[in-house]
Protein backbone atom coordinates (compact mmCIF):
# COMPACT_ATOMS: atom_id res chain seq x y z
CA UNK A 1 0.00 0.00 0.00
CA UNK A 2 1.24 3.52 -0.49
CA UNK A 3 1.50 6.40 2.05
CA UNK A 4 0.48 9.40 -0.39
CA UNK A 5 -2.64 10.18 -0.20
CA UNK A 6 -3.24 10.11 -3.65
CA UNK A 7 -3.47 6.80 -5.55
CA UNK A 8 -1.18 7.40 -9.04
CA UNK A 9 -2.07 3.77 -10.78
CA UNK A 10 0.88 1.83 -12.14
CA UNK A 11 -1.29 0.75 -15.22
CA UNK A 12 -0.73 -3.17 -15.10
CA UNK A 13 -2.74 -6.14 -15.00
CA UNK A 14 -2.27 -8.79 -11.89
CA UNK A 15 -1.83 -12.60 -13.27
CA UNK A 16 -1.78 -14.98 -11.06
CA UNK A 17 -0.09 -12.85 -7.99
CA UNK A 18 2.50 -10.95 -10.55
CA UNK A 19 1.81 -7.15 -12.15
CA UNK A 20 2.50 -7.64 -15.82
CA UNK A 21 2.28 -4.95 -18.32
CA UNK A 22 1.63 -4.85 -22.21
CA UNK A 23 2.92 -3.98 -25.13
CA UNK A 24 0.06 -1.66 -26.08
CA UNK A 25 -2.00 0.74 -23.83
CA UNK A 26 -4.85 3.09 -23.35
CA UNK A 27 -5.89 5.90 -21.08
CA UNK A 28 -8.32 6.83 -18.98
CA UNK A 29 -10.91 9.21 -19.23
CA UNK A 30 -11.45 10.71 -16.05
CA UNK A 31 -14.42 13.45 -14.91
CA UNK A 32 -11.28 15.61 -12.57
CA UNK A 33 -7.60 15.50 -13.20
CA UNK A 34 -5.26 14.11 -15.34
CA UNK A 35 -5.23 11.17 -17.36
CA UNK A 36 -3.57 8.21 -16.50
CA UNK A 37 -2.16 5.02 -19.12
CA UNK A 38 -3.02 1.74 -18.52
CA UNK A 39 -1.73 -1.60 -20.25
CA UNK A 40 -4.48 -3.51 -22.65
CA UNK A 41 -5.45 -6.89 -22.21
CA UNK A 42 -5.08 -9.37 -24.59
CA UNK A 43 -6.30 -12.70 -25.38
CA UNK A 44 -2.64 -14.19 -24.37
CA UNK A 45 -2.83 -12.68 -20.90
CA UNK A 46 -6.10 -13.50 -20.57
CA UNK A 47 -5.12 -17.37 -21.20
CA UNK A 48 -2.45 -16.97 -18.65
CA UNK A 49 -4.59 -15.97 -15.89
CA UNK A 50 -7.32 -18.76 -16.93
CA UNK A 51 -4.73 -21.03 -17.25
CA UNK A 52 -3.62 -20.26 -13.52
CA UNK A 53 -6.81 -19.97 -12.57
CA UNK A 54 -7.65 -23.78 -13.17
CA UNK A 55 -4.29 -24.71 -11.54
CA UNK A 56 -5.62 -22.19 -8.50
CA UNK A 57 -8.51 -24.57 -8.34
CA UNK A 58 -6.85 -27.64 -7.89
CA UNK A 59 -6.17 -26.34 -4.17
CA UNK A 60 -8.90 -23.34 -3.64
CA UNK A 61 -11.60 -25.48 -4.80
CA UNK A 62 -11.09 -27.64 -1.84
CA UNK A 63 -10.27 -25.56 1.14
CA UNK A 64 -12.47 -25.67 4.05
CA UNK A 65 -15.06 -23.05 4.69
CA UNK A 66 -13.24 -21.38 7.16
CA UNK A 67 -10.47 -21.08 5.20
CA UNK A 68 -12.29 -19.38 2.34
CA UNK A 69 -13.82 -17.22 4.90
CA UNK A 70 -10.93 -15.55 6.73
CA UNK A 71 -9.77 -15.13 2.85
CA UNK A 72 -13.05 -12.71 2.55
CA UNK A 73 -12.86 -10.95 5.24
CA UNK A 74 -9.01 -10.43 4.47
CA UNK A 75 -10.11 -8.88 1.32
CA UNK A 76 -12.60 -6.52 3.12
CA UNK A 77 -9.68 -5.43 5.72
CA UNK A 78 -7.52 -4.19 2.82
CA UNK A 79 -9.90 -2.63 1.17
CA UNK A 80 -10.75 -0.83 4.30
CA UNK A 81 -7.32 -0.40 4.59
CA UNK A 82 -7.26 1.82 0.95
CA UNK A 83 -10.16 3.57 1.75
CA UNK A 84 -9.01 7.17 1.00
CA UNK A 85 -7.16 6.23 -2.15
CA UNK A 86 -9.88 4.18 -3.42
CA UNK A 87 -12.40 7.58 -2.88
CA UNK A 88 -9.91 9.64 -4.67
CA UNK A 89 -9.23 7.46 -7.64
CA UNK A 90 -12.85 6.45 -7.78
CA UNK A 91 -14.41 10.03 -7.53
CA UNK A 92 -11.32 10.94 -10.31
CA UNK A 93 -12.64 8.74 -12.58
CA UNK A 94 -16.18 8.27 -12.40
CA UNK A 95 -17.03 11.99 -10.62
CA UNK A 96 -19.41 9.88 -8.48
CA UNK A 97 -19.05 12.29 -5.36
CA UNK A 98 -17.36 11.04 -2.08
CA UNK A 99 -20.30 10.26 -0.26
CA UNK A 100 -21.47 7.52 -3.30
CA UNK A 101 -18.24 5.82 -3.10
CA UNK A 102 -17.64 5.27 0.41
CA UNK A 103 -21.33 4.25 0.46
CA UNK A 104 -20.51 1.57 -2.41
CA UNK A 105 -17.30 0.38 -0.62
CA UNK A 106 -19.10 -0.46 2.74
CA UNK A 107 -21.80 -2.54 0.46
CA UNK A 108 -18.72 -3.99 -0.93
CA UNK A 109 -16.54 -5.39 1.76
CA UNK A 110 -20.19 -5.94 3.56
CA UNK A 111 -20.75 -8.26 0.71
CA UNK A 112 -17.63 -10.22 1.17
CA UNK A 113 -18.18 -10.83 5.00
CA UNK A 114 -21.69 -11.79 4.45
CA UNK A 115 -20.32 -14.12 2.31
CA UNK A 116 -17.55 -15.23 5.00
CA UNK A 117 -20.86 -15.58 7.28
CA UNK A 118 -23.01 -17.42 5.26
CA UNK A 119 -20.90 -20.19 3.77
CA UNK A 120 -19.38 -21.08 7.75
CA UNK A 121 -23.60 -21.42 8.40
CA UNK A 122 -23.03 -23.90 5.11
CA UNK A 123 -26.97 -24.29 4.50
CA UNK A 124 -26.40 -23.19 1.02
CA UNK A 125 -24.58 -26.52 0.43
CA UNK A 126 -28.20 -28.12 0.70
CA UNK A 127 -26.57 -31.54 1.99
CA UNK A 128 -28.89 -34.83 1.81
CA UNK A 129 -28.20 -38.39 2.32
CA UNK A 130 -30.61 -41.42 2.02
CA UNK A 131 -29.13 -43.91 3.39
CA UNK A 132 -28.42 -47.63 2.28
CA UNK A 133 -31.24 -49.95 1.92
CA UNK A 134 -30.02 -53.03 1.63
CA UNK A 135 -32.78 -55.32 2.49
CA UNK A 136 -35.40 -53.38 0.43
CA UNK A 137 -37.41 -55.50 -2.37
CA UNK A 138 -37.32 -55.85 -5.09
CA UNK A 139 -33.80 -54.00 -5.23
CA UNK A 140 -31.26 -52.56 -2.70
CA UNK A 141 -30.90 -49.28 -2.35
CA UNK A 142 -27.41 -47.61 -2.36
CA UNK A 143 -26.08 -44.63 0.27
CA UNK A 144 -26.52 -41.61 -1.53
CA UNK A 145 -25.19 -38.25 -0.27
CA UNK A 146 -25.37 -34.48 -2.22
CA UNK A 147 -23.60 -31.86 -1.85
CA UNK A 148 -23.03 -28.32 -3.95
CA UNK A 149 -19.65 -27.91 -5.36
CA UNK A 150 -17.92 -25.26 -7.05
CA UNK A 151 -17.45 -25.38 -10.53
CA UNK A 152 -14.15 -23.93 -11.47
CA UNK A 153 -12.55 -20.52 -12.37
CA UNK A 154 -15.27 -17.68 -13.18
CA UNK A 155 -14.80 -14.87 -15.71
CA UNK A 156 -16.51 -11.42 -14.29
CA UNK A 157 -17.18 -8.19 -16.47
CA UNK A 158 -16.51 -5.02 -14.06
CA UNK A 159 -19.84 -2.61 -14.42
CA UNK A 160 -19.65 0.88 -15.61
CA UNK A 161 -22.02 2.30 -12.89
CA UNK A 162 -20.78 0.72 -10.21
CA UNK A 163 -17.10 0.70 -10.24
CA UNK A 164 -16.69 -0.83 -6.68
CA UNK A 165 -20.03 -2.87 -5.63
CA UNK A 166 -20.46 -4.42 -9.29
CA UNK A 167 -16.88 -5.01 -10.42
CA UNK A 168 -13.35 -6.10 -9.29
CA UNK A 169 -14.12 -7.62 -5.95
CA UNK A 170 -17.72 -6.97 -5.99
CA UNK A 171 -20.90 -9.18 -6.12
CA UNK A 172 -19.60 -11.53 -8.50
CA UNK A 173 -16.21 -11.88 -7.39
CA UNK A 174 -17.71 -12.35 -3.81
CA UNK A 175 -20.07 -14.97 -4.81
CA UNK A 176 -17.48 -17.00 -6.93
CA UNK A 177 -14.40 -16.66 -4.35
CA UNK A 178 -17.18 -17.95 -1.59
CA UNK A 179 -18.12 -21.17 -3.19
CA UNK A 180 -14.35 -22.14 -4.10
CA UNK A 181 -13.85 -20.81 -7.40
CA UNK A 182 -10.79 -18.80 -8.89
CA UNK A 183 -11.80 -15.94 -10.33
CA UNK A 184 -10.83 -14.01 -13.85
CA UNK A 185 -11.64 -10.44 -14.07
CA UNK A 186 -11.57 -8.16 -17.23
CA UNK A 187 -11.47 -4.61 -15.76
CA UNK A 188 -13.55 -1.68 -16.94
CA UNK A 189 -11.98 0.95 -19.39
CA UNK A 190 -14.04 3.83 -17.10
CA UNK A 191 -12.42 2.95 -14.09
CA UNK A 192 -9.19 1.11 -14.37
CA UNK A 193 -7.31 3.47 -11.36
CA UNK A 194 -10.24 1.48 -9.04
CA UNK A 195 -9.84 -1.83 -10.48
CA UNK A 196 -6.19 -1.47 -9.76
CA UNK A 197 -5.96 -0.14 -6.68
CA UNK A 198 -8.74 -2.87 -5.72
CA UNK A 199 -6.99 -6.19 -7.51
CA UNK A 200 -4.24 -4.55 -5.36
CA UNK A 201 -6.25 -5.50 -2.06
CA UNK A 202 -7.19 -9.05 -3.00
CA UNK A 203 -3.47 -9.59 -3.80
CA UNK A 204 -2.60 -8.59 0.10
CA UNK A 205 -5.29 -10.47 1.20
CA UNK A 206 -4.06 -13.50 -0.79
CA UNK A 207 -0.19 -13.06 0.29
CA UNK A 208 -1.36 -13.04 3.86
CA UNK A 209 -3.57 -15.91 3.96
CA UNK A 210 -1.26 -18.08 1.43
CA UNK A 211 -3.72 -18.45 -0.99
CA UNK A 212 -2.77 -19.72 -4.49
CA UNK A 213 -2.29 -16.28 -6.62
CA UNK A 214 -3.90 -18.13 -9.38
CA UNK A 215 -7.20 -17.47 -7.28
CA UNK A 216 -7.68 -14.20 -8.87
CA UNK A 217 -6.45 -12.21 -11.41
CA UNK A 218 -7.10 -8.60 -13.37
CA UNK A 219 -6.75 -8.30 -17.24
CA UNK A 220 -7.65 -4.07 -17.87
CA UNK A 221 -9.39 -3.44 -20.77
CA UNK A 222 -8.49 -4.04 -24.24
CA UNK A 223 -10.17 -4.86 -27.37
CA UNK A 224 -13.43 -6.68 -27.60
CA UNK A 225 -11.30 -9.79 -28.47
CA UNK A 226 -10.23 -9.60 -24.81
CA UNK A 227 -13.88 -10.29 -24.05
CA UNK A 228 -14.31 -12.76 -26.65
CA UNK A 229 -11.48 -14.72 -25.54
CA UNK A 230 -12.26 -14.89 -21.86
CA UNK A 231 -15.81 -16.36 -22.60
CA UNK A 232 -14.82 -18.76 -25.11
CA UNK A 233 -11.72 -20.20 -23.01
CA UNK A 234 -12.06 -24.22 -22.59
CA UNK A 235 -10.83 -23.66 -18.78
CA UNK A 236 -13.84 -20.78 -17.72
CA UNK A 237 -17.06 -22.60 -16.73
CA UNK A 238 -19.30 -19.70 -16.53
CA UNK A 239 -19.38 -15.78 -16.69
CA UNK A 240 -21.09 -13.07 -14.71
CA UNK A 241 -21.27 -10.01 -16.36
CA UNK A 242 -23.28 -6.71 -15.83
CA UNK A 243 -24.02 -4.02 -18.49
CA UNK A 244 -25.62 -3.52 -21.70
CA UNK A 245 -28.31 -5.49 -23.82
CA UNK A 246 -26.50 -5.42 -27.09
CA UNK A 247 -22.79 -6.26 -25.33
CA UNK A 248 -24.49 -8.96 -22.74
CA UNK A 249 -26.27 -10.72 -25.30
CA UNK A 250 -23.33 -10.95 -27.68
CA UNK A 251 -21.26 -12.60 -25.15
CA UNK A 252 -24.00 -14.67 -23.66
CA UNK A 253 -24.39 -16.19 -27.89
CA UNK A 254 -20.86 -16.97 -27.61
CA UNK A 255 -20.79 -18.70 -24.18
CA UNK A 256 -23.51 -21.00 -25.72
CA UNK A 257 -21.84 -21.45 -29.24
CA UNK A 258 -18.75 -22.75 -27.25
CA UNK A 259 -18.46 -26.33 -28.18
CA UNK A 260 -19.13 -27.13 -24.34
CA UNK A 261 -21.58 -24.56 -23.60
CA UNK A 262 -21.44 -22.70 -20.51
CA UNK A 263 -24.30 -20.46 -18.16
CA UNK A 264 -23.56 -16.85 -18.68
CA UNK A 265 -25.14 -14.62 -15.86
CA UNK A 266 -25.92 -11.69 -17.45
CA UNK A 267 -27.50 -8.68 -16.04
CA UNK A 268 -28.50 -6.64 -19.22
CA UNK A 269 -31.70 -3.84 -18.75
CA UNK A 270 -34.46 -3.08 -17.40
CA UNK A 271 -36.94 0.13 -17.39
CA UNK A 272 -38.57 -0.67 -13.67
CA UNK A 273 -42.13 -0.31 -14.54
CA UNK A 274 -43.90 1.95 -11.50
CA UNK A 275 -47.92 1.22 -11.21
CA UNK A 276 -49.77 3.84 -9.43
CA UNK A 277 -53.16 2.76 -8.53
CA UNK A 278 -56.40 4.34 -8.11
CA UNK A 279 -57.07 5.12 -4.25
CA UNK A 280 -53.09 6.15 -3.90
CA UNK A 281 -53.15 8.22 -7.09
CA UNK A 282 -56.45 9.99 -5.39
CA UNK A 283 -54.98 10.83 -1.81
CA UNK A 284 -51.20 10.80 -2.72
CA UNK A 285 -50.76 11.07 -6.16
CA UNK A 286 -48.40 14.34 -6.22
CA UNK A 287 -46.30 12.96 -2.84
CA UNK A 288 -45.81 10.37 -5.14
CA UNK A 289 -45.11 11.97 -8.39
CA UNK A 290 -42.40 13.96 -6.46
CA UNK A 291 -40.42 10.60 -5.37
CA UNK A 292 -40.50 9.30 -8.66
CA UNK A 293 -38.57 12.00 -9.63
CA UNK A 294 -35.90 11.97 -7.04
CA UNK A 295 -35.74 8.43 -7.77
CA UNK A 296 -35.22 8.95 -11.78
CA UNK A 297 -32.76 11.30 -11.07
CA UNK A 298 -30.72 9.75 -8.60
CA UNK A 299 -26.68 9.43 -9.68
CA UNK A 300 -27.71 10.85 -12.56
CA UNK A 301 -30.51 8.03 -13.73
CA UNK A 302 -27.36 5.57 -14.05
CA UNK A 303 -29.11 2.78 -11.87
CA UNK A 304 -29.58 -0.57 -13.27
CA UNK A 305 -33.05 -0.30 -11.30
CA UNK A 306 -34.03 3.37 -12.41
CA UNK A 307 -37.79 3.53 -12.41
CA UNK A 308 -37.80 4.71 -16.02
CA UNK A 309 -41.84 4.43 -16.17
CA UNK A 310 -44.48 5.25 -14.44
CA UNK A 311 -48.22 3.76 -15.67
CA UNK A 312 -50.83 5.91 -14.29
CA UNK A 313 -54.65 6.23 -14.87
CA UNK A 314 -55.98 9.23 -17.05
CA UNK A 315 -57.62 11.68 -15.64
CA UNK A 316 -56.91 14.82 -12.61
CA UNK A 317 -55.44 12.95 -10.29
CA UNK A 318 -52.70 11.48 -12.97
CA UNK A 319 -52.60 15.02 -13.70
CA UNK A 320 -51.57 15.84 -10.04
CA UNK A 321 -48.91 12.84 -10.57
CA UNK A 322 -47.47 14.07 -14.00
CA UNK A 323 -47.12 18.67 -12.85
CA UNK A 324 -45.45 17.22 -9.69
CA UNK A 325 -43.00 15.12 -11.09
CA UNK A 326 -42.76 17.74 -14.12
CA UNK A 327 -42.26 20.30 -11.04
CA UNK A 328 -39.59 18.34 -8.74
CA UNK A 329 -37.34 17.20 -12.13
CA UNK A 330 -37.24 21.37 -12.79
CA UNK A 331 -34.90 21.71 -9.92
CA UNK A 332 -32.90 19.28 -10.85
CA UNK A 333 -29.17 20.25 -11.77
CA UNK A 334 -26.92 18.70 -14.15
CA UNK A 335 -25.41 15.98 -13.23
CA UNK A 336 -22.07 14.59 -14.07
CA UNK A 337 -22.31 10.80 -16.04
CA UNK A 338 -19.70 8.04 -15.55
CA UNK A 339 -18.09 8.30 -19.17
CA UNK A 340 -18.29 10.48 -22.20
CA UNK A 341 -19.89 6.92 -24.20
CA UNK A 342 -22.62 7.08 -21.50
CA UNK A 343 -23.84 10.60 -22.44
CA UNK A 344 -23.63 10.47 -25.59
CA UNK A 345 -25.74 7.07 -25.55
CA UNK A 346 -28.56 9.28 -22.75
CA UNK A 347 -28.34 12.35 -25.63
CA UNK A 348 -29.10 9.26 -28.19
CA UNK A 349 -32.00 7.42 -25.94
CA UNK A 350 -33.50 10.98 -25.28
CA UNK A 351 -33.81 11.45 -29.26
CA UNK A 352 -36.30 8.67 -29.72
CA UNK A 353 -38.65 10.39 -27.72
CA UNK A 354 -38.60 13.81 -29.63
CA UNK A 355 -41.19 14.31 -32.36
CA UNK A 356 -42.28 10.58 -32.07
CA UNK A 357 -45.95 9.89 -33.01
CA UNK A 358 -48.29 10.01 -29.99
CA UNK A 359 -45.73 10.67 -27.20
CA UNK A 360 -46.09 14.09 -25.75
CA UNK A 361 -43.03 15.73 -24.27
CA UNK A 362 -43.50 17.37 -20.39
CA UNK A 363 -40.34 18.30 -19.78
CA UNK A 364 -37.49 18.59 -22.41
CA UNK A 365 -34.18 19.49 -21.91
CA UNK A 366 -30.36 19.71 -23.68
CA UNK A 367 -27.86 17.45 -22.26
CA UNK A 368 -24.20 19.28 -22.50
CA UNK A 369 -20.84 17.25 -22.95
CA UNK A 370 -20.63 14.12 -19.99
CA UNK A 371 -23.64 16.47 -18.16
CA UNK A 372 -27.18 14.57 -17.65
CA UNK A 373 -30.60 16.89 -17.10
CA UNK A 374 -33.45 14.98 -16.77
CA UNK A 375 -36.23 14.63 -19.76
CA UNK A 376 -39.95 13.61 -19.20
CA UNK A 377 -42.34 12.21 -21.84
CA UNK A 378 -45.77 10.94 -21.94
CA UNK A 379 -47.85 8.79 -24.12
CA UNK A 380 -51.20 6.20 -23.93
CA UNK A 381 -51.00 2.34 -23.59
CA UNK A 382 -52.18 2.01 -27.27
CA UNK A 383 -49.01 3.65 -28.48
CA UNK A 384 -46.35 2.34 -25.90
CA UNK A 385 -47.91 -1.31 -26.56
CA UNK A 386 -47.50 -1.14 -30.26
CA UNK A 387 -44.13 0.79 -30.72
CA UNK A 388 -41.38 -1.36 -28.46
CA UNK A 389 -38.67 1.12 -28.22
CA UNK A 390 -40.57 2.94 -25.75
CA UNK A 391 -39.76 0.11 -23.78
CA UNK A 392 -35.97 0.12 -24.07
CA UNK A 393 -34.13 1.80 -21.54
CA UNK A 394 -32.85 4.90 -21.57
CA UNK A 395 -29.54 4.80 -19.16
CA UNK A 396 -29.77 8.22 -17.56
CA UNK A 397 -32.28 10.28 -15.82
CA UNK A 398 -35.24 10.05 -18.48
CA UNK A 399 -38.64 8.86 -17.59
CA UNK A 400 -41.74 8.49 -19.61
CA UNK A 401 -45.57 8.15 -18.30
CA UNK A 402 -47.71 5.40 -19.57
CA UNK A 403 -51.63 6.46 -18.93
CA UNK A 404 -54.28 4.19 -19.20
CA UNK A 405 -57.89 4.48 -19.29
CA UNK A 406 -58.16 2.17 -16.05
CA UNK A 407 -57.50 -0.66 -13.95
CA UNK A 408 -58.38 -3.31 -17.06
CA UNK A 409 -56.09 -1.92 -19.85
CA UNK A 410 -53.42 -1.75 -16.49
CA UNK A 411 -53.46 -5.17 -16.33
CA UNK A 412 -53.04 -5.42 -20.27
CA UNK A 413 -50.33 -2.95 -20.24
CA UNK A 414 -48.35 -5.24 -17.33
CA UNK A 415 -48.93 -8.34 -19.78
CA UNK A 416 -47.21 -6.28 -22.40
CA UNK A 417 -44.09 -6.20 -20.79
CA UNK A 418 -40.84 -7.45 -21.69
CA UNK A 419 -38.84 -8.78 -18.15
CA UNK A 420 -37.62 -6.59 -15.75
CA UNK A 421 -35.28 -6.51 -13.03
CA UNK A 422 -38.52 -4.91 -10.49
CA UNK A 423 -41.87 -3.67 -10.47
CA UNK A 424 -43.65 -1.92 -8.20
CA UNK A 425 -46.77 -1.19 -7.24
CA UNK A 426 -48.35 1.96 -5.45
CA UNK A 427 -51.59 1.14 -3.76
CA UNK A 428 -53.34 2.38 -0.10
CA UNK A 429 -55.64 0.17 1.20
CA UNK A 430 -58.63 0.58 -0.86
CA UNK A 431 -56.57 -0.63 -4.22
CA UNK A 432 -55.89 -4.04 -3.00
CA UNK A 433 -58.02 -5.91 -5.74
CA UNK A 434 -56.70 -4.13 -7.81
CA UNK A 435 -53.28 -5.07 -6.54
CA UNK A 436 -54.69 -8.56 -6.24
CA UNK A 437 -55.09 -8.01 -10.19
CA UNK A 438 -51.74 -6.91 -11.17
CA UNK A 439 -49.96 -9.40 -8.91
CA UNK A 440 -49.93 -12.48 -10.39
CA UNK A 441 -48.54 -10.80 -13.91
CA UNK A 442 -45.78 -8.63 -12.44
CA UNK A 443 -44.10 -11.61 -10.56
CA UNK A 444 -43.87 -13.11 -13.45
CA UNK A 445 -42.23 -10.05 -15.57
CA UNK A 446 -39.89 -9.41 -12.67
CA UNK A 447 -37.11 -10.73 -9.86
CA UNK A 448 -38.56 -8.45 -7.53
CA UNK A 449 -42.14 -6.75 -6.78
CA UNK A 450 -42.61 -3.52 -4.46
CA UNK A 451 -45.17 -2.30 -2.83
CA UNK A 452 -45.28 1.95 -2.24
CA UNK A 453 -41.49 2.40 -2.57
CA UNK A 454 -38.46 3.23 -5.05
CA UNK A 455 -37.00 0.89 -6.72
CA UNK A 456 -33.33 2.47 -6.61
CA UNK A 457 -31.37 0.96 -3.67
CA UNK A 458 -31.10 -2.69 -3.99
CA UNK A 459 -30.30 -4.47 -0.21
CA UNK A 460 -27.79 -6.86 0.17
CA UNK A 461 -29.32 -9.91 2.33
CA UNK A 462 -30.71 -13.15 2.09
CA UNK A 463 -34.03 -12.84 0.33
CA UNK A 464 -33.01 -10.47 -2.21
CA UNK A 465 -33.45 -11.36 -5.98
CA UNK A 466 -31.90 -8.74 -8.43
CA UNK A 467 -32.20 -10.61 -11.59
CA UNK A 468 -35.80 -11.04 -13.81
CA UNK A 469 -36.86 -12.73 -17.01
CA UNK A 470 -34.89 -11.89 -20.30
CA UNK A 471 -33.87 -9.13 -21.34
CA UNK A 472 -33.45 -8.05 -17.59
CA UNK A 473 -31.30 -10.80 -16.96
CA UNK A 474 -30.00 -13.77 -19.29
CA UNK A 475 -31.01 -16.60 -16.40
CA UNK A 476 -34.17 -15.77 -14.70
CA UNK A 477 -33.69 -18.50 -12.03
CA UNK A 478 -30.65 -16.89 -10.54
CA UNK A 479 -29.63 -13.37 -8.44
CA UNK A 480 -26.36 -11.11 -9.11
CA UNK A 481 -26.89 -9.42 -5.38
CA UNK A 482 -27.97 -11.35 -2.23
CA UNK A 483 -26.74 -14.82 -0.28
CA UNK A 484 -28.70 -16.95 -3.23
CA UNK A 485 -26.13 -15.64 -5.94
CA UNK A 486 -23.69 -17.88 -4.44
CA UNK A 487 -25.54 -21.11 -6.35
CA UNK A 488 -24.67 -19.86 -9.64
CA UNK A 489 -21.09 -20.97 -9.08
CA UNK A 490 -22.35 -24.83 -7.76
CA UNK A 491 -23.17 -27.67 -9.14
CA UNK A 492 -24.81 -30.72 -7.27
CA UNK A 493 -22.59 -33.86 -6.82
CA UNK A 494 -24.02 -37.04 -5.94
CA UNK A 495 -21.79 -39.76 -3.79
CA UNK A 496 -22.84 -43.40 -3.67
CA UNK A 497 -21.52 -46.19 -1.44
CA UNK A 498 -18.32 -43.76 -1.22
CA UNK A 499 -15.90 -44.53 2.23
CA UNK A 500 -16.36 -41.40 4.63
CA UNK A 501 -12.71 -41.21 4.50
CA UNK A 502 -12.43 -39.66 0.68
CA UNK A 503 -15.72 -37.75 1.08
CA UNK A 504 -15.45 -34.10 0.25
CA UNK A 505 -14.72 -31.98 4.11
CA UNK A 506 -18.50 -30.57 4.04
CA UNK A 507 -19.90 -34.35 4.05
CA UNK A 508 -17.28 -35.41 6.48
CA UNK A 509 -19.15 -37.11 9.20
Not at 161 to 187: M, Y
Not at 236 to 259: M, N
Not at 337 to 357: C, H, N, P, V, W
Request: glycine share 12%; net charge negative; proline share 6%.
Amino acid sequence: MRDDTLFSPHGKHLIAGDWVASDTTFTNDPASGESATFSAGTPDLVNRACEAAEEAFWSYGYTSRADRAAFLNAIADEIEARAEQITDIGTRETGLPEARLQGERGRTTGQLRMFADHILKGDYLDRRHDTALPDRAPLPRPDLKMVQRPIGPVAVFGASNFPLAFSTAGGDTAAALAAGCPVVVKGHPAHPGTGEIVAEAIHAAIQSRGIAPGVFSLVQDGTREVGQALVQHPLIRAVGFTGSLGGGRALYDLCAQRPEPIPFFGELGSVNPMFLLAQAAKARGAEVGTGWAGSLTMGAGQFCTNPGIAVVESGSDGDAFVKAAAEALKDVQAQCMLTDGIAKAYQSGKSRFDGREGVTPVLVTDSDGRNATPNLYETDAKTYLQDHTLGEEVFGPLGLVVRVSGPDEMVTLARGLEGQLTCTLHMDEGDTAQAQQLLPVLERKAGRVLANGFPTGVEVADAMVHGGPYPASTNFGATSVGTLSIRRFLRPVCYQNMPDAILPGDLQP
